[in-house]
């Protein structure tokens, strides 16, 4: 079960748990139940759980956490991604995969019973900064690293093709439809999109400063592109200019993280930089000149949104954190 907190400054909601949380990823993807799959990651190990908040079923107060498995991972995880082929129903099925720091991909498959299976993806020549797994079939995952690659491998662990980046790979995305199209987002700043049938670049857009952070697809509304670079925000229409439409100043840390929001192509959060006492979490509105909500999490990392709340999740020292936009802003 979770805390429910009624400062609007602090989360909404935690959870506690035992370790501190470098990754929190709800799945977005139908769970095939009321309740969201949400996973994450420590040192040694990923729980898997299910998530159910009062905005969904009145019965609940506040939060209720469900824990249904905890897998073992030899190393600290860096970064996790969910298949769309995981649902709990009469046979419950979950798969995702991991990176760690030992430049490996690890994909977890299991029924949460007997069958486990942990398949070792070898191939980066260093560290893995993020992953997606292809989203309509689930049957690749691509990731990118700071050896200037982007890789796309299938289930049993073979790589189907490597785009050569000129700097280090710092996020990437799948077209939601399109299966053929990859964004990756590299750190000195440049964006592209990949055909991977020709395994060439047909859009690049440019952020004018680097480093880039983080940056994310606007999977609501694919012309949408969001990134962090320095302490700035940046958003552009891909139709419009391969330069951001919309740049503000975010963070004085620095920003870490950029996520869309999968309720509302409007929405978005980013984060700075952790490390310090405490991260800065913002909630953005595209109509709204100022973050529309703003909260902290202790030394937060690893940020994501609920598929079809506008609630986000982030992780920190012995519990992991949820901010729900309450605010009336014109959705």
């Known amino acids: ?17 035992d370790d501190y949380v470098n990754v929190v990823e709800f ?20 729980v898997v759980g299910t998530c159910l908040f009062q905005e969904e079923d009145m019965d609940i107060d506040g939060i209720e956490f469900t824990v249904l498995r905890a897998f073992h ?47 070792v993806l070898d191939g980066h020549t260093s560290y893995i900064n993020h992953l997606v797994f292809e989203p309509t079939e689930g049957k690749q995952i691509a990731s990118v690293s700071d050896d200037h690659t982007c890789r796309v491998w299938d289930l049993d662990g073979n790589e189907h093709s490597t785009l050569r980046l000129s700097s ?32 060439q670049a047909i859009l690049s ?36 200019s391969s330069y951001p439409q919309e740049k503000r100043p975010a963070h004085i840390d620095k920003a870490h993280l950029f996520k869309w929001s999968r309720a509302n192509e409007n929405l978005f959060a980013t984060t700075g930089c ?3 006492i405490n991260s800065q979490l913002l909630i953005h509105h595209l109509g709204h000149p100022q973050p529309v909500m703003i909260g902290s999490a202790a030394v937060g990392s690893g940020l994501s949104w609920h598929r079809t709340l506008p609630l986000c999740v982030i992780g920190g020292t012995g519990s992991f954190a949820f901010g729900l936009l309450k605010c009336k802003c014109p959705f």
Request: aromatic share 10%.
């Open 1 to 17: 079960m979770g805390t429910m907190h009624d400062d609007s400054r602090s989360p909404s909601y935690t959870v506690s748990c």
């Open 27 to 46: 799945s977005p993807f139908t769970s095939g139940t009321t309740a969201s799959l949400l996973a994450y990651g420590g040192n040694q190990y990923v």
């Open 73 to 119: 991972h030899e190393v600290r995880v860096d970064a996790l991604a969910w298949s769309p082929e995981s649902y709990l129903d009469q046979i419950s099925h979950i798969r995702f995969c991991t990176a760690a720091p030992d430049r490996r991909l690890r994909l977890f498959t299991s029924d949460l019973q007997e069958k486990h299976e942990v398949k």
């Open 168 to 199: 280090p790979g710092i996020s990437v995305c799948w077209h939601p439809e399109e299966v053929f199209k990859l964004m990756v987002a590299e750190k000195k700043g440049t964006i592209r999109f990949y055909d991977l049938v020709n395994q």
């Open 205 to 240: 857009l440019d952020c004018g400063q680097s480093p880039l952070m983080s940056a994310d697809w606007c999977l609501t509304n694919t012309i949408k592109v969001g990134a962090v670079a320095g302490n700035d925000w940046l958003i552009w229409d891909i139709t419009r």
């Open 274 to 276: 952790p490390g310090k």
